[in-house]
């Protein structure tokens, strides 16, 4: 031994000087004893209460007792403790017996040299056996708890050995126990998963990590869905079975379920609308196009939103998403460079099974809508400007004049910037009553003075009739001096 180790030993021996040479015997081998010497069964019950002993050594033929007795009374008091029969010459049937009856070791008083190394022996088998006592007993309460765990966790628990086999699942009753423990957990999952499972199962004894998998399992005659992770069960290092946690998510898959058949019939419609729609996610990925979108911009190839329509390496500055992602929808026009088209777009937030949001915009081609526009404001501009007559455009709700052409220019002496800053009744001779919005066709006679801007009055004959511009609901005057 590297360094002496204190030990209390209890020697129960009549011969003062014998319990001397078993002391020096045990300090010869690197022990450091503390010793105490009894005679009597009552020394040496009092001796076992009083202290704690790591060995005691005890003498067969006494006086007052024998080994044998003192062997019963250590025996009752703590089985754990080391007892060696440390005596003269006794019959070998004598030593054999008290050694069945719990006596460590029998060591002859004549080759007490042996003696340190029984005591080394009979410690080390002490403290393992101790120590295996502890792990036992720290073994049975940790199953207690896993029990008592297992049993009210809200999930299930399987454990299984290499085959695959059940050899332990919670939340069963008795016959739905029956009909899965000692089965394998392929015989209780479909065809089309259960290889799937074989080969995590594999993994998981091979590589020695977790694996996840959703995957059905048919129990008490109706098939649920597990969500479940398989982990490795080890022992000294050795991978020796699998413990599946697995969370029934059967209400999930079937609310997925109906979302996705929801959304097939979403798309069913959209396959088969006249007007594009498509569909992008926060990454700018594409996730969706209609034959209408792909007819006008082609099929796509991994491309990102901004590539595919504009050509573009980074995301579009004008881009709406920032708005339809905090869940806005938002209506704008847009004419893309690819095709020359002008489309009139919707953009608005789509919530996924997942949780996560994307956007749903629909592309409405109104070209041949904004080429006649054009084509209309191009022929009124037209009219408007070589009508003899002078035009002005007031707005019904303000009664400010918001356009006029060049003959009303001429006839009020005004320039065409000038003309549009005025209100309507600052052209009347007469202006003591201002424009009333409540009642501006009384204010408009078919004879009335009119004040041009040098100040000259003149009969001005009206004509007018209500339209909307913009938006905006106007009148349409017509205007010609009485000569």
């Not at 014998?18 to 001796?47: H, N, Q, S």
Request: a negative charge.
């Amino acid at each position: 031994m590297d360094q002496a180790r204190s030990i209390k030993v209890l020697i129960v021996e009549d011969c003062t000087y014998d319990a001397e040479l078993i002391k020096r015997e045990i300090a010869r081998y690197g022990f450091e004893p503390k010793c105490r010497r009894v005679e009597t069964a009552w020394d040496l019950m009092d001796a076992l209460k009083s202290e704690d002993w790591d060995m005691v050594t005890c003498d067969y033929s006494m006086p007052e007792f024998n080994g044998q007795e003192a062997l019963e009374i250590v025996k009752e008091f703590d089985p754990a403790l080391p007892l060696i029969i440390v005596s003269g010459e006794i019959d070998i049937s004598v030593a054999v017996s008290l050694m069945k009856q719990g006596a460590w070791d029998y060591v002859s008083k004549n080759e007490l040299a042996r003696l340190p190394v029984a005591v080394y022996r009979e410690l080390l088998n002490a403290r393992l056996k101790r120590e295996r006592k502890l792990l036992e007993s720290a073994k049975r309460d940790g199953d207690e708890l896993l029990c008592g765990l297992m049993a009210n966790v809200p999930n299930y628990v399987a454990m299984l050995d290499y085959e695959g086999r059940i050899r332990f699942i919670n939340k069963l009753d008795e016959h739905e126990g029956q009909r899965l423990l000692g089965h394998l957990i392929y015989e209780f999952i479909p065809a089309d998963y259960s290889q799937t499972v074989r080969e995590i199962m594999q993994q998981v004894f091979s590589e020695g990590k977790q694996m996840q998998m959703e995957f059905p399992f048919v129990m008490k005659e109706c098939t649920h869905w597990w969500e479940a992770t398989f982990g490795p069960m080890f022992d000294e290092g050795f991978v020796y079975g699998v413990i599946a946690c697995a969370m029934d998510v059967s209400y999930r898959k079937k609310a997925e379920k109906a979302i996705n058949e929801d959304r097939n019939r979403l798309l069913g419609i959209l396959e088969s609308m006249p007007d594009g729609v498509y569909i992008v996610n926060q990454a700018h990925d594409i996730q969706y196009i209609n034959p209408a979108i792909a007819n006008d911009f082609g099929e796509i190839s991994g491309q990102k939103c901004y590539q595919y329509f504009h050509d573009r390496t980074s995301p579009c500055p004008w881009c709406k998403n920032s708005q339809v992602f905090q869940g806005e929808s938002v209506q704008w026009e847009w004419t893309s460079l690819k095709n020359g088209k002008t489309y009139e777009l919707l953009d608005t937030p789509l919530l996924n099974p997942d949780g996560s949001i994307s956007k749903l915009e629909f592309f409405h081609d109104i070209t041949g809508h904004v080429k006649n526009s054009q084509e209309w404001s191009r022929h009124y501009a037209n009219l408007f400007e070589t009508v003899p007559s002078a035009v002005l455009v007031v707005e019904q709700a303000s009664g400010s004049i918001i356009d006029a052409n060049q003959s009303a220019c001429r006839l009020y002496g005004y320039t065409h910037q000038e003309l549009i800053n005025l209100k309507l009744y600052a052209l009347l001779a007469n202006r003591k009553h201002a424009f009333d919005p409540l009642h501006p066709l009384e204010q408009l006679h078919n004879h009335d003075y009119h004040c041009r801007k040098d100040g000259q009055t003149f009969v001005a004959e009206i004509s007018r009739s209500s339209s909307v511009l913009n938006g905006r609901e106007v009148y349409i005057c017509s205007v010609n001096e009485r000569r």
